[in-house]
């Protein structure tokens, strides 16, 4: 009969394995794999030092540690990594989620204004995806049939489309209104009679993100898991991310909210939402590529290099983004994105080059530089300076 261990004795071994692996923090490692493999969270370890492992729960820690030792990411073992306010699932060929990302998240909401917590946000992005164009379309055949009716159905129908314009194209910023029904599009009244003051319930409308690279959707998620009022579409080239992240907008109750799709950069995004986006978020692969090679092992030889390798100055894909980004969003909205430390000077430099107006660098967690925050000017500035 095998001898029982205990959580105790199984935490003091898997410790001093690890630690002969030449694993740099072997009790952290230790706790996080006991853990995993018992189900229970790290304070919980402790205070069950003296619990026996079943024989499932051995088997388990084993595999667990002959991972670790061989030096496979911790997160890859356990299938997980917190990332802010949520949990997310991670598996081999997809990025893992870094802290230094939790810095593009706060720098990407601090460009929103306040929620409004009195607001109940519940429209979908689908419905979202879909509100424009059908109230466009509305709003086209009713002017058609106002043609055949009285002046003041057409005049409706114009204040209708024009109502639509407003909605969308406000700066960020605006606290908009749109119409509280069943059915959000603007519909164009049929008779004078509907063109009465509309005292139907109001909420603002959701903000507008557009999430590039989005890997595990550990951007995607945080922002419409932390904002109601946030509605994302997520990109992603890579049919694992594309997965993973659908699973982790599930799994954290925000897949009303966000949207991936597979595609390269922005090129799924909806017609309809060109011009009109509040902010612009990336992690894209930005390691130089002759940087790549001197990565830690961990690393390089685990995590995927479609995700890492961002050419020869870790620059070529924020090359493609921040042009795109200057097209995609509103006035005054605002294109995040996290970069190589040593070149962050030279994409500030590109990107006012592209026609932002103001671009700033944030540092990540550790005081290096790490987050481009470039904003577009407001509409009232570019028609001054037109």
Known sequence: MA????????????????????????????????????????????????????????????GYVTRRGAGEPLQYITGEAPFRHVTLKVRPGVLIPRPETEVLVSEALALLPAADKRVAFDSTIEAWEGDLLKAAQEAQEGAADAQDSSAASTAAAAEAQARLEQRFDAPIGARLEEDASEDPSVSVPET???????????????????????????????????????????????????????????????????????????????????????????????????????????????????????????????????????????????????????????????????GFADARIVCDLAGRPRVLVALRASEDAEEGAE
């Open 192 to 354: 004078p009679e509907s063109s009465a003051p509309d005292t139907a319930p109001k909420c603002p409308m959701p903000y507008l993100v557009a999430d590039l690279c989005t890997g595990s959707g550990c951007i995607a998620v945080s922002m419409a898991s932390e904002r109601s009022d946030v509605r994302v579409f997520a990109t992603d080239i890579d049919d694992k991310a594309v997965t993973l992240a659908r699973e982790n907008a599930e799994a954290c109750g925000v897949a009303d909210r966000v949207k991936v799709a597979q595609c390269n950069l922005g090129e799924a995004l909806p017609p309809s939402a060109l011009g009109r986006l509040d902010l612009v978020v990336s992690n894209p692969p930005y390691v130089p590529t002759a940087v790549v090679a001197g990565l830690p092992e961990e690393v390089r030889g685990f995590e995927p290099a479609l995700a890492l390798d961002g050419g020869p100055d870790g620059l070529s894909l924020f090359r493609l983004i921040a042009p795109w980004a200057m097209q995609a969003l509103k006035p005054g909205g605002g294109l995040v994105c996290e970069l190589f430390e040593e070149h962050m000077e030279e994409a500030r430099a590109f990107a006012l080059s592209c």
């Open 3 to 62: 001898q029982e261990w205990t959580i105790k004795e199984a935490l003091d071994w898997t410790v001093g394995y690890l630690e002969r692996k030449g694993d740099e923090n072997p009790r952290l490692s230790a706790e996080w794999l006991l853990s995993a493999a018992c189900q229970l969270s790290r304070i919980q370890l402790y205070v069950n030092y003296e619990r026996a492992l079943s024989e499932g729960g051995r088997e388990v820690l084993r």
